[in-house]
């Protein structure tokens, strides 16, 4: 059975920084390219960052470029999300995304597994 358990979310202050994680139970986790969702309450499920099955080509949503930094290390089958700056805008809850083959950009749509989430909450 495919799990992915997001880890790290929490309570920060604005401007403070945050690092989630994503471990994957993929036995071929480095063929997948992987990817961070949010949804706030209310609103809809949104693209944040996507990361290739190397590494080797990011995306980021314009909300978080700058800020966030996704990578992974398919040693570990975990894949990570660096939050810097954070602003009460960015309060949500992460999930962690998994498809094969493609890539998890901005406008994909195709998503073969989904995590449970992790709240990340950003005070002002």
């Known amino acids: 059975q495919v799990k992915l358990v997001e880890s790290g979310g929490g309570l920060v202050q604005a401007g403070g920084s945050l690092r989630l994680s994503c471990a994957a139970s993929?036995?071929?986790?480095?063929?997948?390219?992987m990817g961070w969702f949010r949804q706030a309450p209310g609103k809809e499920r949104e693209f944040v960052a996507g990361?290739?099955?190397?590494?080797?080509?990011?995306d980021y949503a314009d909300s978080v470029k700058g800020r966030f930094t996704i990578s992974r290390d398919n040693a570990k089958n975990t894949v990570y999300l660096q939050m810097n700056s954070l602003k009460p805008e960015d309060t949500a809850v992460y999930y962690c995304?998994?498809?094969?083959?493609?890539?998890?950009?901005?406008?994909?749509?195709?998503?073969?597994?989904w995590g449970q989430g992790t709240q990340v909450t950003v005070s002002s």
């Open positions: 993929l036995r071929t986790f480095s063929s997948y390219a």
């Open positions: 995304a998994a498809r094969s083959p493609g890539f998890i950009g901005r406008t994909s749509r195709q998503i073969d597994y």
């Open positions: 990361i290739a099955w190397s590494g080797g080509r990011t």
